[in-house]
């Protein structure tokens, strides 16, 4: 991509406080955005070749949306921590195996996509993110999902298709869970916590193409409970 060009997008989002350029084949975040770093709000970078998200994105401080999906990231910069504005980050299709302990900073964070990467363990310490509503880990290799998601506070988690055969009894305890994706994993009926069902907020439980028939969810304790929740969700958005 010719510098006249790139220019002509950084006098647009100098205005604008938007710096989208995707799918352009950049080999790696473009080193010009820093002198718009007072301005940027947001910034999508998809369907590039960017290997290496610079240590100067910490220096984005009015930053709300970061995405940067289908490129070659394979971890994040410490510095990621100190966008305290961020309220999305999407990082679908990248090769990321976990996060810095910094991620833990977002305060404002709201969605987190993490789809489609290489997580082969439940990412640690998202307990402090206080807003989360929406963390995506679909599509990775992630196969227990340990007692220490109960600190999560996201509304919904999207677990589908991963190789998960653990689940913590300690998700039901999730403040603010609502809808709990787990399909297309390697659940057994009997790994499925019966407090999911008799005793969380979980209104959406998804667990089709599982190693068990879904119409079995009804043998287990606590079933007609979540049967309620399920219906009453189903009328308030009718």
Known sequence: MGNSALKSHLETS??????QLTGKGLPEFPEELQTLTANLRTVDLSGNKIEVLPAFIG???QLKS???NSNR???LPDEIGKLKKLETLS?????????????GQLKSLRTLNLSRNHFSKFPSGLGTLRQLDLLDLSQNQIRNVPAEVSEL?????NLNQNQISGLSAEISRCPRLKVLRLEENCLELSSIPESILNESQVSLFSVEGNLFEVKNLRDLEGYNKYMERFTATKKKFA
Request: charged share 5%.
């Open 14 to 19: 100098q205005k604008t406080g938007v710096f």
């Open 91 to 103: 990082l679908n299709g990248n090769q990321i195996q976990q996060l810095p302990p910094t991620l």
């Open 153 to 157: 506070q996201a509304i919904e988690i």
């Open 73 to 75: 990231l394979t971890i």
């Open 59 to 61: 220096n984005f401080l």
């Open 66 to 68: 970061l995405t940067l």
